[in-house]
């Protein structure tokens, strides 16, 4: 089994659809990341965790509000999609040092 | 603040012919630094770490990277380059300022083609 999943893989919404992305990992890190990925801007943080009680904005968090359930378990929320919110999304986890990412979910707004 | 700078976008290669992709860092301190690889369809997979110590660090599938220091880089480089290696390649920084590697800055990435 994957040590990070993410569900769903793929989805496509409509305009001002709230949406939920999960994350979960059974690699035992107590860090986990939300990225997004365009063509040609690379990964950009959205929002990481060091613990459960501990949620910190990354360099584009407008728009995204997330939810550490448990440190197992880290969700990505889009409470009212917009279209330029079409991207590729990775979570991430680690215990400070590198960085391993789940597979991604492809979403759609249209 | 910290940044990376790969400045090849794409770069195409014969299979069986040496590589080397281009990563410039800044960052304010010593720097962790990481090369990633994604496949089309697939999350991104560590090829390897450098944080301290040997600046000529081994990594997964073949692949080495140089850290220098005067010159701010982290060049991957692969002997010899296999159709599978064709991906999409992503350098990242870290360190001390930023909670070790607790926050990373991804470059935007070096698409590779394979030619056979």
């Known amino acids: 089994d994957a040590d990070v999943t993410q569900t769903p893989r793929n989805r496509i919404t409509k305009t001002g659809k709230r949406i939920m992305l999960e994350c979960s990992q059974t690699?035992?890190?107590?860090?986990m990341y939300w990225y997004r990925q365009d063509p040609g801007l690379g990964l950009r943080l959205i929002y990481y965790?060091?613990?459960?009680?501990?949620?910190n904005k990354g360099e584009i968090s407008d728009g995204y509000s997330v939810s550490r359930q448990a440190q197992a378990k880290f969700s990505l929320s889009l409470e009212s999609a917009i279209p330029n919110q079409t991207a590729l999304y990775f979570c991430?986890?680690?215990?400070?040092?590198?960085?391993?990412f789940g597979p991604g979910t492809r979403l759609t707004v249209l | 603040a910290q940044s990376v700078t790969q400045p090849d976008i794409h770069i195409t290669v014969s299979e069986g012919a040496s590589l080397e992709l281009r990563c410039n860092y800044s960052?304010?301190?010593?720097?962790?630094l990481f090369w990633y690889v994604q496949s089309p369809g697939q999350g991104l997979q560590l090829l390897l770490k450098?944080?301290?110590?040997?600046?000529l660090v081994q990594g997964i599938k073949g692949f080495e990277a140089e850290f220098k220091r005067s010159q701010s880089s982290f060049n991957l480089r692969k002997p010899s380059v296999h159709w599978s290696d064709a991906a999409e390649y992503f350098c990242?920084?870290?360190?001390?300022?930023?909670?070790?590697?607790?926050?990373?800055?991804f470059g935007t990435g070096t698409q590779l083609k394979v030619e056979l």
């Open positions: 991430a986890t680690s215990r400070g040092g590198p960085q391993y």
């Open positions: 690699k035992g890190h107590d860090r």
């Open positions: 965790s060091f613990d459960v009680k501990d949620i």
């Open positions: 960052y304010g301190a010593t720097p962790y």
């Open positions: 450098y944080f301290s110590g040997d600046t």
């Open positions: 990242a920084v870290g360190g001390i300022l930023t909670g070790g590697g607790n926050k990373l800055t």
